[in-house]
Each structure stands twice: as structure tokens, then as C-alpha cells.
């Protein structure tokens, strides 16, 4: 059974620091594209952040760049979003997702097919 469990989440106040952790079971994930997605309360789910399978190209979307970073680690089946910076609008569920397709890239998450069930992250002003 494949599991995507996140952690890290949390509540913080405003221009501080969490970082999100995302460990996979079940399946190896080193050659499928991996993302952070976010919804917040009456809003659509969002792109967060999307990264290759070698962790080479990242995209993140506008609201985040310059301050969320997202990594993996291929060995731990893993995948991190680094979040600095925190504003109260980045108040939402986190959710880490992975792409059922090998080396095959994608930054729209309806190319992702397996997902974790969130992490609240609550940002205070």
C-alpha cells in the first residue's frame, strides 16, 4: 500500500520558519516528479511547489518564490518544502503529492496521483 505521510506543520507567527517533511512507503518514488500543494478554507487546492525525479528542476508558484524551497532525498523516499518568510495568506493544508508516471514532469496537480492526507500549517499576524 503506498503512503505519503507528511509532517512539520504547525502553527507560527507571522515571518517565521516550518519546514514540511514527506516520507513515501510503499513504492519508490526516485524517478516520479513530487509537489506540494495547498488549499486553504473556500479556496481551490494550489500549487505549492513541484520538483523533478533528480530534484534538477523546481518550479514554485508566484506567491512563494524567493521564500519556500523544496528538495528530496531519492535514498529516504522523501521529499521537504522549506518555508520561510511565513505570511498570515500562507495559512492552509499542506499536502505532498507524487506522480504515478516515471520521468515525467508536471506542475499541474491533476498529473499527480498519489497524495498524503495534509498538514496544517496556520500562520498568525
Known amino acids: 500500500q503506498v503512503q505519503l505521510v507528511e509532517s512539520g506543520g504547525g502553527l507560527v507567527q507571522a515571518g517565521g520558519s516550518l519546514r514540511l517533511s514527506c516520507a513515501a512507503s510503499?513504492?519508490?518514488?526516485?524517478?516520479?516528479?513530487m509537489g506540494w500543494f495547498r488549499q486553504a478554507p473556500g479556496k481551490e487546492r494550489e500549487r505549492v511547489a513541484t520538483?523533478?525525479?533528480?530534484?534538477?528542476?523546481?518550479d514554485y508558484t508566484d506567491s512563494v518564490k524567493g521564500r519556500f524551497t523544496i528538495s528530496r532525498d531519492n535514498a529516504k523516499n522523501a521529499v521537504y518544502l522549506q518555508m520561510n518568510g511565513l505570511k498570515p495568506e500562507d495559512t492552509a493544508v499542506y499536502y505532498c503529492?507524487?506522480?504515478?508516471?516515471?520521468?515525467?514532469?508536471?506542475?499541474?496537480?491533476?498529473?499527480?496521483?498519489?497524495w498524503g492526507q495534509g498538514t496544517q500549517v496556520t500562520v498568525s499576524s
Open positions: 520538483i523533478n525525479w533528480n530534484g534538477r528542476t523546481t
Open positions: 510503499g513504492r519508490a518514488f526516485s524517478s516520479n516528479a
Open positions: 503529492a507524487a506522480s504515478g508516471r516515471a520521468y515525467y514532469y508536471s506542475r499541474n496537480f491533476n498529473e499527480y496521483n498519489y
